[in-house]
């Protein structure tokens, strides 16, 4: 024989349950709250102090006699020591060349070719497709470089270019055949 519950108590035992279950989470909460009190409570740690600076004696690096060393080594023996403000400008009453009126972005390095009696050309792609040649010496782009160098692979120039101190500088430039 065995007893059978009535039907009003199994309700009763699952509000039960419940009121357990959440007692034993409501002793977590709490024990962590404790826990979180005790560590307020306690006194602070000392704090170690910073590291003394160490006094590093200045340096000033010097290299103004020396070779750039992101030129290539022809265009270091063409440009001169830099020049004070006023020693470089333009040449306003040179009559520019036809390559002058286009920058050098727009054109493109199509090869070299050298003459007969050993005189070396480039040949250079305008925008709209044309070809004209070079050689060292010829100006091309809209900063007045000048060609100073003819490579299979590149030509090596230096642009006059404002300065920031209301001058003008040298600046050496390349254009690099893009099959290269």
């Known amino acids: 024989m065995t007893k059978q519950l009535p039907k009003f108590a199994l309700p009763k035992i699952v509000v039960l349950i419940m009121v357990m279950g ?31 600076a160490e006094v590093i004696e200045d340096f000033v690096y010097r290299s103004s006699l020396l070779r750039s060393p992101f030129l290539p080594p022809s265009l270091v023996n063409v440009q001169a020591p830099t020049a004070p403000i006023d020693g470089v400008r333009p040449d306003i009453s040179r ?26 050309f480039a040949l250079i792609s305008r925008p709209d497709g044309s070809v ?13 470089g000048r ?3 003819i490579t299979p692979t590149q030509i090596n ?6 300065d920031s101190r209301a001058g003008f500088v040298e600046r050496p430039q390349s254009l690099v055949s893009p099959i290269s």
Do not use: H
Not at 30 to 44: F, L, V
Not at 132 to 144: E, F, H, Q, T, W
């Open 157 to 162: 120039l230096i642009e006059i270019v404002p």
């Open 22 to 52: 959440l007692t034993g989470c409501s002793d977590r909460v709490g024990q962590a709250q404790e826990a979180m009190e005790q560590i307020r409570n306690e006194p602070a740690q000392p704090i170690e102090p910073p590291p003394k």
């Open 95 to 120: 009559e520019k060349e036809p390559l002058e009126q286009f920058e050098l972005e727009q054109l493109t390095f199509r090869g070299m070719v050298i003459s007969p009696e050993g005189q070396q």
């Open 132 to 144: 004209a040649s070079v050689k060292v010496g010829d100006y091309i782009g809209l900063n007045d």
């Open 147 to 149: 060609i100073v160098e």
